[in-house]
């Protein structure tokens, strides 16, 4: 089962690198119909010395699954959205949620239209929809229909500025694209979808924020013990989750394999009476799967709780089938097999990768490094076990995190330490006081401690993030040094495991690889950059990035260039006799007035235009730019504009260069 696993992710790997086009399905049918009947041919054949051929056909049939997988998947994901704005009905499939003067939520788009014709055409796609609230009309809630005026379409890539293509995201978390509705542009139909079990799970989770918020919890409190029990992290303040990061607990506050395995443990404790019954063996296992399902559908049958309670469910079943000692390879690899045979995008979803990574390495380092050192007493037993599963978990996934995040928690082993007995304690009481709440005073007898616990948890995190040289950040790595980085701990734990001298000078070899690269790429830095893109202008070295904060018809200067931005009329108002040079002049929404008028204040060389200006007003300028022989790039077509700098970065504060 590992090896069709590991397969399956090269099939979707490559298609992922090589097909971003889409082609190619027919051919990898094709040849899959060639590898099924060659294995068929050999299984059929019997003959045990060729039985390797068997084993490289399903291998190689398996790398053509994912990869014909993969396809199928976007092609039901992506779509041609027109660029004009169109009418849509479609049905809210999420909670919706606050974002600044919006409200987001995910939508199914069922029909879309023009705004002058009759005719609908079917979409079937799932979109990120934003929509301003109306105060003459009903807010939109989970299942309501509902018919918008939008521009919908794939979201701009960033990723010149922060490698992260926010678009490329939303396709692998199954989202087509992105919209936004104005006051005025939407309208709640009559009628409700038919309901889910995905949305009553949501409204099921809704259900215990509200008991939760019923027992006035401070509101640190309330989002943490909201993350633990349900997995909302809506509430968690970004000061709250940066001190969790900074400490390297991160983990605790997303809903996954740790808070899963402490209900698994706490409830096999519960029924370990039944243990002695005839049976009883059956009767745990099944009353652990289904009470790990039901948690899941308390949680709102988030990806990561089924994720985990997949694994889990399949561990605890294992057993009655298979060994012991093979049912925690077995659950693994059979868990990430059925997901990705399910939605081969998860292979791409960083918590998916994380999630596998640290439950494989824990399986491979933990009884290694809980053998290094002999520990006597319980309470220090517990605390040497601790800190070994912490560095087992986080010896498998710094390869990841270097290359995804760049940056390294100092003193993740106390904290885990300090973590590890108040979330038990926090998601034991959490679920107790659930069960107690019909009861309001005993309830009441459980929320203070769990008020007083979680209280001192964060008081912790922000104290570790204080101490000195508490995160290690700017480390990033790129994916060939995260590669090798992988392959050297791989290569490490053989050589435990085999003792052979081969082995270790491999490893060794590709520590100075390693090593080279990380020389080269500090003494070859890469060029610092200003990228001009539809969400504002940036500085870059490197993955380091900042956005430049402009003021009022102010300039900044960058070495030797000057860069206005102007997003209202408020220019006009001032005169000049001796036009001043200007190097780049960023037009953004809000922007009145003309190129004309703009040439007697400034001698412009670059004008660009933000793809959020209106389409007849940027129509228009581009007229006036192509007459009076300015240059212009329009960013809505182009997408960014990138200036390479020679120099270092020496930027001057925003000066107001005009009267």
Known sequence: ?????????????????????????????????????????????????????????????????????????????????????????????????????????????????????????????????????DSLHYGLQ?????????????????????????????????????????????????GRSPVSFRQT?????????????????????????????????????SELKDSYTAAGTSHVLALSGLHIGILTVLVSWLLRPLRYMRGGKWIISLCLFFFLWGFAFLSGLSPSVIRAVLMFSIYVIAPVFTESRYSGFYAISLAAFLMLLYNPLYLFDISFQLSFTAVLSIMLFYPWIERIWKVKGRIFRYVWQTVSLSLAAQLGTLPLILYCFGSFPTYFLIANVVVAPLTVCILGGTLLALCLSPFPWACRCVVVPINWITSFLNDTMHSIRQWEGAQISSIYLTAWQSAILAAMIVGWYVYRTRRKCRTLLFVLCLFDLLLSTVVYDVMHPAGNRIHFVRSGVYLCQNRDSRKLEFTSFSPVKVDTFYIVRLDDGSWRRHRSDIPFNVHFMYLARGFRGDIGGLCSLF??????????????????LQEECDAMGVQYIDLKEKGSYTVLLLSLIHISEPTRLLS
């Open 1 to 133: 089962m590992f090896r069709l696993t590991i397969a399956m992710a090269t099939g979707i790997f490559l298609s992922d690198s090589f097909l971003p086009d889409g082609r190619g399905i027919s051919l990898l049918q094709g040849v899959s119909s060639v590898f099924l009947f060659v294995s068929g041919v050999v299984l059929f054949c019997r003959k045990f010395h060729r039985r390797w051929i068997f084993g490289f056909m399903v291998s190689l049939l398996m790398v053509c699954l994912g990869a014909v997988l993969l396809l199928f998947a976007r092609q039901r994901i992506r779509f041609s959205w027109p660029e004009e704005e169109r009418l849509y009905v479609g049905w809210v499939t999420d909670v919706p949620r606050k974002k600044g003067k919006t409200m987001e939520a995910e939508v199914d788009i069922v029909w879309m239209s023009r705004i002058d014709t009759v005719g609908w055409q079917p979409v079937d796609r799932r979109v990120l929809l934003r929509w301003i609230p």
């Open 142 to 190: 989970c299942g309501d229909r509902f018919c918008c005026r939008a521009v919908i379409g794939r979201p701009y890539s960033d990723r010149n500025i922060s490698d992260f293509d926010y678009g490329l995201y939303l396709e692998r978390q199954g989202i087509s694209g992105t919209g936004i509705s104005f006051a005025g542009n939407w309208r709640r139909l009559s």
């Open 201 to 237: 799970a949501l409204s099921w989770r809704e259900e215990v924020l509200d008991i939760f918020r019923s027992w006035s919890l401070d509101p640190d409190v309330f989002a943490v013990v909201s993350a633990l029990a349900v997995g909302d992290k809506s509430m968690l303040t």
């Open 603 to 620: 001698r412009l060389q670059i004008v660009l235009l933000a793809s959020d200006l209106p389409d007849w007003q940027r129509s228009k």
